[in-house]
């Protein structure tokens, strides 16, 4: 659920303008956090990573999930491919371009440090070289029923043979 404090039109606008929604506070006590992000997303965009966009918010929602649900509507309602957004004590972190799996694995790192350029660093680097994005599900599967086929294959035949010991 979006907490009634949050303007996602607003949010989405600035994301759109340069690829940072700042909060009002965090951006008067932190100036060079909103350049140092900027930066950091134009690097990821330059590379494997693609377009993102980040959420800074002053305070965490009383209720962290809140933080995916933003993520979200800001993604959704953006051209950007990946959002993340950043609270004080939490964060979330959504794509149409990389798994769950590497984003949860990158979010890590992320919540790791309360150095927001930092932490985004880190994430964009553990999602781009993780290697959940090179496997090839498909073949995964394939092989995988190839194996249950002669596991079956060979079972049925250890049975016929038993049954034909018997008298």
Do not use: C
């Not at 950091?40 to 962290?64: C, K, N, R, Y």
């Not at 440090?113 to 090179?134: A, F, K, N, P, W």
């Not at 394939?142 to 034909?164: E, M, Q, Y």
Request: aromatic share 2%.
């Amino acid at each position: 659920m979006i907490p009634e404090n949050i303007n996602i039109p607003e949010l989405v606008s600035e994301v759109s303008d340069d690829g940072v929604a700042m909060g009002q506070r965090i951006g008067h006590e932190s100036p060079g956090l909103e350049d140092g992000l900027i930066s950091v997303l134009e690097t990821a965009q330059d590379g494997d990573f693609g377009s993102a966009g980040i959420v800074v918010l002053d305070d965490t929602p009383a209720i962290t999930s809140d933080l995916r649900d933003i993520a979200q509507e800001v993604l959704t309602q953006s051209d950007v491919d990946t959002v993340i957004v950043r609270a004080p004590a939490s964060a979330a972190v959504v794509s149409d371009v990389h798994s769950r799996a590497a984003l949860e694995m990158g979010q890590h790192e992320l919540l790791g440090t309360t150095d927001y350029v930092l932490g985004t660093e880190l994430l964009i680097r553990d999602v781009t070289e993780s290697g959940l994005m090179d496997i090839n599900w498909g073949q995964v599967t394939i092989w995988g029923l190839v194996a249950v086929t002669l596991v079956v294959i060979v079972s049925a035949v250890s049975v016929r043979r038993k049954a034909a010991q018997l008298p």
